[in-house]
């Protein structure tokens, strides 16, 4: 460690858990406490491991930005969360209020109701808006360019019997099969419903094991474009006060 980062580093703070601005600079701000805690919440995640290495590395490696998020990079809501946390950049941690607020915390029901609402927003927006633009250059996976060939024979059966036609490439009708599948649930065949497992941990399961960066991505967009609409203002006071998040 240099002088410089041993010198500011003693001013407060546990060493190997301050930002990169309080060890080089001394700066107290609240971005700090939101790195501090991408520490902890890292540790807690992964049964005691730390982000930025053993202990006596760590603020080395704080310093000159060198994280190691490999053990979450399998949950992407966690990967996003804690890549914005832990940013070298303060400017460019979320607020206290966007980290409980973050997708990693939503229960199976509310990632759930969020793609149907994102769906239906997506139906009443213009096939050239920075919406669906951008919805439709997500990748989800490296192998497969069609979304069906990741669901199961039975299930894509079903979609093709029914009186909607669906564009396999388009990731905006994958999002509607799923806002109409659980939206009609209850009339699905019963081979169906067992395929898809019980609403709502069930069914959100079936689709984010076979595209589990589906939601990251499609909220990443949402947050971007459209987090100042209505429709996505009144999306999170209604699970803000469902959850007791005030």
């Known amino acids: 460690m240099t002088a410089?980062?041993?010198?500011?580093?003693?001013?407060?703070?546990?060493?190997?858990?301050?930002?990169?601005e309080q060890l080089l600079y001394g700066r107290q701000t609240k971005a700090i406490d939101i790195f501090s805690l991408g520490c902890i919440l890292y540790f807690c995640m992964t049964k005691g491991r730390h982000p930025f290495g053993e202990p006596l590395e760590r603020d080395l490696n704080i310093s000159n930005g060198k994280i190691d998020l490999r053990?979450?990079?399998?949950?992407?809501?966690?990967?996003?969360?804690?890549?914005?946390?832990?940013?070298?950049?303060?400017?460019?941690r979320p607020t206290a209020q966007e980290v409980l607020l973050h997708p990693l915390f939503w229960t199976d029901e509310w990632r759930l109701q969020f793609?149907?609402?994102?769906?239906?927003r997506i139906e009443s927006a213009h096939e050239k808006s920075n919406l669906v633009v951008a919805i439709e250059e997500i990748h989800l996976t490296a192998r497969h360019k069609r979304w069906d060939k990741k669901l199961g024979a039975a299930f894509i059966s079903n979609v093709k019997s029914g009186p909607r036609r669906y564009n396999f490439h388009s990731i905006c009708d994958l999002i509607r099969v799923i806002r109409n599948y659980s939206i009609h649930y209850n009339q699905l065949p019963i081979n169906i419903q067992k395929l898809l497992g019980p609403l709502p941990s069930g069914f959100y399961g079936y689709f984010a094991s076979r595209f589990p960066n589906l939601l990251m991505e499609i909220h990443k967009i949402v947050y971007q474009y459209h987090r100042e609409e209505e429709w996505y203002e009144n999306f999170v006071e209604r699970m803000r006060r469902a959850n007791g998040r005030f």
């Open 115 to 120: 793609l149907k609402e994102t769906s239906d």
């Open 4 to 20: 410089a980062v041993s010198s500011a580093a003693a001013c407060c703070g546990s060493s190997g858990w301050q930002a990169p």
């Open 71 to 92: 053990l979450v990079d399998c949950i992407p809501e966690a990967d996003d969360l804690l890549s914005r946390m832990l940013a070298h950049d303060l400017t460019m």
